[in-house]
Every structure is written in structure tokens, then in C-alpha cells.
């Protein structure tokens, strides 16, 4: 009997292990190996996922055997790599409200609670911790005033979280507040695309994949997966018209899609994540562009509003000053989006424009002078993620069950620390690279992290985990609610 140090793969190293010669089996302390290698490991029905919470990367895996999971040595090649483009470069181009506007539309903003900041690391802990209450509670607690939740965190959480902050998480509404304004007390500017994304953006992406052999099918939904029980792995696409075979599938969709597949998939409805995700809902979204006979003035090219009698969150943005195609024009273009927009949804078309040119004359009165000559109205039911309280413990993780088949989007568990547009597309990459991974062919893509923590915020985040760790042994410290 001694102590030795134990290679548990070529990624996982621990030391100190206690080795006795005639016991028959490795058992492995999740406790010892989390708190020593600074590892999260994520436990399935049928597997176990190891992460090295530092790079984000998957280092190891296991299976589940008897009630026991036996660590595999195949270790997964998931990479999270840097790249040429710095961190604030990729902010600048999404484009995100800086601290320094917020400060000047609000003095009281970084007053927001230094122990909340420090208390939330975006930790499973952490988010099941700050996901139990809602973001009025939230703002409550630090002791925000009225005049400033009604002007200033209500419009802002009504359109990025898309609800009420009575109705939003505050586990959500740290983590959004922090990657969009309070990290690193830095400027991150607005920067807008100079048309639709779906003209500059994503048509000469899906141009660029089909040189490269990408076929985009059109018209066919997608209503169930066929399961092969042999290998426990999705073979096959079923859709409408036409059923594919698939070595792997990554569902980059939204939560009412899933709940629709769900519902009607019998492979999806006997796991247990997929049915989690009947808990979770969506919120409406309106969008209305409306050409007008006239230039009207708008002092700035994007605004954000809200109105608090209705619930209803809503962004108007100046084309002409944003498109290019609309730069010159002698007519004024503009597009507003209204998010918790559920008693919008039913109203025709006419009762739709009377109430928008009504909210942005209370705004700009020359709106009640022009008129419109043009209008395009649509409408997405649930189409946007509600991170209401609770929420969490029912949301999906990049891999699943099924060992070929994995999520992206705003609303997966990811510990990159994006948030919104960025999540969406981090979680996306971070799927295509356990397709490689899985097929074992390919090319990783390259994530950029997000950038670390200040050395204050590191150092108090540090000191925190350890008071944790310390009033978690007191006996009964754990039996009070929090």
C-alpha cells in the first residue's frame, strides 16, 4: 500500500493516489478529481463527459456498465483553439452596447452588486444558485431604485432577454449584463450589417458551402429520426418528402422545434433531456418594416423601448442610416421589432402599423405627419428563448444521449461565457467539432474564448469558491433554504 501518481488517460493525471496492489478495480473520486484538476464531469444515462474547465475542452469519457461508469481511454480531440482575430474584434463586429453608454444613460449601472458578479462564474452551481429568482428580485436586493428598473434595466432586459424582468432569470440576467457590458470595462461599439443579415451574411455563406459540395434541401421538415439499436446512434432523417441516412445530425434549432420533434419523434420522447425540454417555452417576435412618404428625423440609428403597461419590449432602427440600399433614398425606411409580442400576433396587418406609427410618434412627433406607403409585417411565434426562472435545470447540453446526435443554440449549456448571437454560433462550432470528433475525419474549428477574467475578479472569484467549499462541511449549513 502507498501513494502514487495514476495516468488515467493522456489527458487526466492525478496524483497523491492511494494504490492498493491486491484490490481488483480503479475507482475514481469525482469529488478528488474535480476539486484537484479544476474538471467538471457531466453524468448521462448512459455515458459521462470529463471538461477541463479552463480550455473548455472535453479531455475524457466514459460508459455506463452495471451501475458503474468505466472511464473509456479513447479521448475525444475536441479543440478549443485561439485565433488571429482578438477577442474585441469579435465583439466590435456583432456589435454590443458598451459600459461607458451604459453609464451615461445610468451613473447607478455599476452599482450592480460586486458580490452577485463575483458569486455568479457561470458554474452549473451558479446558475441552479441565481436561477431559482427573477431579475426584479435581483435589482431589488442591491437596492435599485424604481425610477431606474422601470427606465433603464426593465427596457434593457424587454429586448435581451425578450421578457419583463419579473418573468426573466436572474441567473440569465447576470450572465447577459456581464458579457455584454460589465466584463473587462472595455467599449465594445454598435457595428450593424450594412443590409439584411440574410442577403450579406448568410446567403454567400450558403453560396461559399455549396462549392464546396453542401447540398440545402428546400421544403422538406423534418418530423423524426430513425434509431439503429445496435449501434444506439441516429441513422437516418425523416422528412416530409423524403428520409436521408445521417452518420451524424446536430439540431441547430429553436426550443418550440424541438418540442414539436419531441412530440411526434418516437425516438426523441423515450429520452429523458428531450422531454425536459417540454418544460421550457417561447416568446413572440413581430418584426414590421415600414417605407414612409417622407424623411422624417431620427436622431439615432438604433433605440431601444418598452412599455411597461403591456409587457411589451420593442427595438425601431433607421435604415437609411443602417442599409445601404436605403442610403440615398428621399423616403424614410425603418424596422421595428416587438419581442413578448403575444397580443400583437393576432391583430391584421392595419392595426399593426396604426400601433407602431402611435408608439414612435410619442417618440419623434413627426412620425404623425408621414405616411406609409410600404409595409412588410411578420410574425414567429415562441420563436425566441424565455429564460424564465426554473428554466435552466430543463435546458439541453451540446451532446446528448444519443452519441452522434448534438444541439446549438442561444438556449444550450455551453461554459464559453457567450451570449445571444455569439452563443448561438460558439455552440454550433462547438457541435461541428464533436462531429469530428465523432466521425474522426475533419477539421476542428477554431472558438475564440472569451477573454479571462480581470485579475481582481479572478483572485475574489477564487477566494469565494473556497468560503463555499468551507461553509459546505458545516453541519446543517446546507438545510436552510438560501
Known sequence: ????????????????????????????????????????????????????????????????????????N???????????????????RLGHPSLSTMKKLCPQFQSLSVLELIDFDNTDM???????????????????????????????????????????????????????????????DMVWCRGTVRGKIFNPWMDSLRTKGCRFLDGGKMKDFIFNKETSCISGVVCSNETYGADAVILAVGISKVQELVKNSAALCTREEFLKVLNLSGIDLLTCKLQLDRKVNIPHASNVCSTFDDSLGWTFFDLNALHDEHKDSEVTTIRVDFYHANELLPLQDELVVTKVISLLSNIIKDFEKAKVIEKEIARFPKSLTHFFPGSYRHMMRGSTSFPNLFMAGDWIITRHGSWSQEKSYVTGLEAANQVVDFLEEGSFAKIIPVEEDEPHVQALRTLNRRFNEITDQFPLFNFFLQ
Open 1 to 72: 500500500m502507498g501513494y502514487r501518481t495514476a495516468n488515467l488517460t493522456s489527458s487526466i493525471f492525478l496524483s497523491s493516489v492511494l494504490c492498493l496492489p491486491k484490490f481488483s478495480f480503479n475507482l475514481l473520486s469525482v469529488s478528488k478529481l474535480t476539486r484537484t484538476l479544476n474538471y467538471s464531469v457531466f453524468f448521462f444515462s448512459d455515458q459521462c463527459l470529463f471538461q477541463d474547465l479552463t480550455t473548455k475542452q472535453i479531455i475524457g469519457r466514459g460508459h455506463e456498465s452495471g451501475g458503474l461508469y468505466i472511464l473509456e
Open 74 to 92: 479513447h479521448v475525444p480531440r475536441l479543440l478549443v483553439c485561439s485565433s488571429t482575430l482578438t477577442p474585441l474584434e469579435v465583439h466590435c
Open 126 to 188: 451558479a446558475w441552479r444558485k441565481y436561477d431559482a429568482i427573477t431579475a426584479r428580485e435581483l435589482f431589488k436586493q442591491f437596492g435599485c431604485s424604481e425610477r431606474i428598473y422601470r427606465n433603464v434595466f426593465g427596457p434593457l432586459l424587454q429586448v435581451g432577454l425578450f421578457a419583463p424582468p419579473e418573468q426573466c432569470s436572474a441567473a440569465a440576467t447576470i450572465g447577459m449584463l456581464y458579457f455584454i457590458s460589465l466584463a473587462h470595462q472595455k467599449d465594445f
